[in-house]
């Protein structure tokens, strides 16, 4: 069959889905991967075909202009707060979860940054790839809905492959009993509203299957996963990287406890920054009987000053290669840096800033006894992260807990496991593609 791959031109959404392309690949089916034109090299440098959809992203930029879509789409409200609370995906406080405050969290969340990634141009070309290339399958990154719309026009089954938490479907769905508790009058649906236009320019209609794909690929183990009552069918995560040559240093085991330190990379890439100070997390590292491993690039060493002595800043090493030699990690929180963690048994120190799901990982990380985050009012101080790195090196409770998640990770079903899977749900699902 022919799968089509739809993702956000960001490096870690693609890398959670090379493994599985790589496997149907492997098992004869042809591959193609759609994403904006920023994403074209990495996919090429994976061994996969690329297909440029849609405008750049203009990441350089992304910041301010998220801010101009944030503070106008709040502006369509009667009482607007905070243009950035309502990007809060992650809420769960029951207090919150109001009427109001989801009409305009999906009023946001559709203006900022649904209909900004899944642009007219890009739902367009991919319509045309879809019509043209006629895919069986079509696998979407869960902020790409462009790719459900473009699945149904040309009649193929569609699924979406999370990139974290299932806040989406999460939220979708106290946002649709929010409005089935009112008057038809009164259930203003911005998504819906969108989704329905956008389809109907391409002969088609609304349908939820649109928002959260007809099935739903997570490669979360249980314990860290998003509770759903959606389809899903669960892939063990395989780390993938990018293209990289190994230093020699890495080829020797340490003389002492390794400590990785990374802040990833979806927060500088989508975002253009980040919001963790590294002085502050170096400070708090210096003072470690450990080898710290700091994976900075030359930006975010501009602002650290003198390296401690116990620090080897290197702009890049792959974190599957890193992690087998570390006792520890610190990282912000993002899913493809937890997920090898995971993968290699690593207990992990979480210092998440306010992006998408980091916040509610962390405390699953914590729940499940392998790592631990900073808690309390007040700026992260040295003193408060050495001591949680600390605990975490000293404490065997957390490598204990940090390997059963790895053994629960490995025995889920591997990328070649899940494609006869995946052959049998197309079959099932496809369907008569929209007229025009």
Same mark, same amino acid.
């Given at each position: 069959?022919?799968v089509?791959?739809?993702?956000?031109?960001?490096?870690?959404?693609?890398?959670?889905?090379?493994?599985?392309?790589?496997?149907?690949?492997?098992?004869?089916?042809e591959?193609?991967?759609?994403?904006q034109?920023?994403?074209?090299?990495?996919i090429?440098?994976?061994?996969?075909?690329?297909?440029p959809?849609?405008?750049?992203?203009?990441?350089?930029?992304?910041?301010e202009?998220?801010? &101009?879509?944030?503070?106008?789409?709040?502006?369509?409200?009667?009482?607007?707060?905070?243009?950035q609370?309502?990007?809060?995906?992650?809420?769960?406080r029951?207090?919150?979860?109001?009427?109001?405050? *989801?009409?305009?969290l999906?009023t946001?969340?559709?203006?900022?940054?649904?209909? =900004?990634?899944?642009?007219?141009?890009?739902?367009?070309? *991919?319509?045309?790839?879809?019509? &043209?290339w006629?895919?069986?399958?079509? +696998? !979407?990154?869960?902020?790409?809905?462009?790719g459900?719309?473009?699945?149904?026009?040309?009649?193929?089954?569609?699924?979406?492959?999370?990139?974290?938490?299932?806040?989406?479907?999460t939220?979708r769905?106290?946002?649709?009993?929010?409005?089935?508790?009112r008057?038809?009058?009164?259930?203003?649906?911005?998504?819906?509203?969108?989704?329905e !236009?956008?389809?109907?320019r391409?002969?088609g %209609?609304?349908?939820?299957?649109?928002?959260?794909?007809?099935?739903? +690929?997570d490669?979360?183990?249980?314990?860290?996963r998003?509770?759903?009552?959606?389809?899903?069918?669960?892939?063990?995560?395989?780390?993938?990287?990018?293209?990289?040559?190994? #230093?020699? !240093?890495?080829?020797?085991?340490?003389?002492?406890?390794?400590?990785?330190?990374?802040?990833?990379?979806?927060?500088?890439?989508?975002?253009? %920054?980040?919001?963790?100070?590294?002085?502050?997390?170096l400070?708090?590292?210096?003072?470690?009987?450990?080898?710290?491993?700091?994976?900075?690039?030359?930006?975010q060493?501009?602002?650290?000053g003198?390296? #401690?002595?116990?620090?080897?800043?290197?702009?890049?090493?792959?974190l599957d290669?890193?992690?087998?030699?570390?006792?520890?990690?610190?990282?912000?929180?993002?899913?493809?840096?937890?997920? =090898?963690? *995971? +993968?290699?048994?690593?207990?992990?120190?979480?210092?998440? =800033?306010?992006?998408?799901?980091l916040?509610?990982?962390?405390?699953?990380?914590?729940?499940?006894?392998?790592?631990?985050?900073?808690?309390?009012?007040?700026?992260?101080?040295?003193?408060?992260?050495?001591?949680l790195?600390?605990?975490?090196?000293h404490?065997?409770?957390?490598?204990?807990?940090?390997?059963?998640?790895?053994?629960?990770? *490995?025995?889920?079903?591997?990328?070649?496991?899940?494609? #006869?899977?995946?052959?049998?749900?197309?079959? &099932?699902?496809?369907?008569?593609?929209?007229?025009?």
């Amino acid at each position: 069959m022919r799968v089509l791959f739809v993702t956000l031109a960001a490096t870690p959404h693609f890398f959670v889905q090379v493994p599985l392309a790589w496997a149907l690949r492997a098992a004869g089916h042809e591959v193609r991967v759609a994403s904006q034109p920023d994403l074209v090299d990495a996919i090429t440098a994976a061994g996969l075909p690329a297909v440029p959809v849609g405008p750049r992203l203009a990441q350089d930029e992304s910041v301010e202009e998220l801010r &101009r879509r944030q503070e106008k789409a709040a502006e369509r409200l009667s009482d607007p707060p905070d243009a950035q609370e309502l990007m809060r995906m992650a809420e769960d406080r029951p207090e919150r979860l109001t009427p109001d405050f *989801l009409d305009g969290l999906f009023t946001v969340m559709t203006s900022a940054i649904f209909q =900004n990634f899944s642009a007219d141009e890009t739902v367009d070309d *991919l319509v045309a790839l879809t019509r &043209r290339w006629r895919p069986d399958l079509v +696998v !979407w990154d869960t902020l790409m809905m462009g790719g459900s719309i473009a699945a149904r026009a040309c009649g193929a089954a569609h699924a979406r492959l999370l990139y974290g938490l299932d806040l989406v479907g999460t939220m979708r769905r106290r946002h649709l009993a929010s409005l089935t508790a009112r008057p038809p009058a009164l259930r203003e649906d911005p998504l819906a509203e969108w989704l329905e !236009w956008t389809a109907a320019r391409h002969g088609g %209609g609304f349908s939820e299957d649109l928002v959260t794909g007809q099935w739903t +690929v997570d490669p979360a183990p249980a314990p860290l996963r998003a509770p759903t009552d959606l389809p899903w069918v669960p892939v063990r995560h395989v780390p993938y990287n990018g293209r990289a040559v190994l #230093p020699e !240093w890495l080829r020797e085991p340490p003389s002492r406890p390794r400590v990785c330190l990374t802040l990833g990379l979806s927060f500088r890439e989508v975002m253009g %920054g980040e919001r963790t100070s590294v002085p502050v997390l170096l400070e708090a590292l210096a003072e470690l009987d450990a080898e710290v491993v700091a994976t900075l690039d030359a930006g975010q060493l501009a602002t650290a000053g003198r390296l #401690p002595d116990n620090v080897r800043a290197v702009d890049f090493v792959p974190l599957d290669a890193l992690l087998p030699s570390c006792s520890a990690i610190v990282h912000q929180g993002g899913f493809g840096t937890s997920q =090898n963690a *995971l +993968v290699h048994g690593v207990p992990q120190i979480v210092v998440p =800033n306010e992006l998408w799901d980091l916040h509610p990982r962390a405390d699953l990380v914590v729940r499940s006894g392998a790592g631990l985050r900073p808690t309390g009012p007040g700026p992260l101080t040295p003193a408060g992260l050495r001591g949680l790195v600390h605990r975490v090196l000293h404490d065997p409770s957390y490598a204990r807990a940090a390997a059963r998640l790895r053994e629960e990770t *490995l025995a889920m079903p591997s990328p070649a496991e899940l494609v #006869p899977v995946l052959e049998g749900l197309t079959a &099932r699902h496809r369907r008569r593609a929209w007229d025009g």
